[in-house]
């Protein structure tokens, strides 16, 4: 299975700054996915990032609260826009891989917005 | 589209007492499904899967899950729980073709156990 990093781990932040998040995957990918985890929930989709075109948002997030980058195929940045304490969440990335893979995800981020 | 159903949003079992966790799920396809677990402060844990083949499958830490097609339901069962199981459990749904297809996940059943 795919092995993803992920940075940072945690993040104090103050409102009204932007923070950006990294994934890094060993092996090449098609998609990669953002999730966000608010405290207490579930994870809920961000977006869809296909490597040379724009990302696919879900419906309740938009690319200028949290533009993606897709650079390469192994690649992939989420920035957290101009953040409230609302944002104070887990991010977190994921890859699919065909048959028996499954999905991988990275190890998290964890935003605390002051 | 696909979603994901846990009806129990908190469940308390004693310690030793048997555990089912109920999620139904809606695909379009074949579906490829996953129990996680989370402990607080933690991140997921892969407990099962299940794409084909025998529909009860084991996973870790003596958990097991059946698929019934007909019911649309992938269940996760324990015979006897432990205090360390308590946690966030998900149950999410994806596809085979996975590069392509995110998973999609249930809003989660939180176990307590007491002794």
């Known amino acids: 299975s795919a092995v993803i990093s992920q940075k940072p781990s945690r993040d104090i932040c103050q409102r009204g700054t932007s923070l950006t998040i990294q994934c890094q995957v060993d092996?090449?990918?098609?998609?990669m996915f953002w999730y966000r985890q608010q405290p207490g929930q579930s994870l809920t989709l961000i977006a869809t990032a296909n490597q040379g075109s724009e990302a696919t948002y879900e419906s309740g997030f938009v690319i200028d609260k949290f533009p993606i980058s897709r650079p390469n195929l192994t690649f992939s940045t989420l920035t957290v826009s101009n953040m409230s304490p609302e944002d104070s969440s887990i991010y977190l990335c994921?890859?699919?891989?065909?048959?028996?893979?499954?999905?991988?995800f990275g190890s998290g981020t964890r935003l605390t917005v002051v | 589209a696909q979603s994901v159903t846990q009806p129990d949003i908190h469940i308390t079992v004693s310690e030793g007492a048997s555990l089912e966790l109920r999620c139904n799920y809606s695909?379009?396809?074949?579906?490829?499904l996953f129990w996680y677990v989370q402990s607080p402060g933690q991140g997921l844990q892969l407990l099962l899967k299940y794409f084909s083949g025998d529909t009860l499958v084991q996973g870790i830490k003596g958990f097991e899950a059946e698929f019934k097609r007909s019911q649309s339901s992938f269940n996760l069962r324990k015979p006897s729980v432990h205090w360390s199981d308590a946690a966030e459990y998900f149950c999410a749904v994806g596809s085979w073709n996975s590069g392509n297809t995110p998973l999609v996940f249930g809003k989660g059943t939180r176990l307590s156990v007491i002794a």
């Open positions: 092996s090449q990918v098609t998609m």
């Open positions: 994921s890859v699919g891989e065909a048959g028996a893979g499954g999905y991988t």
């Open positions: 695909y379009g396809a074949t579906p490829y």
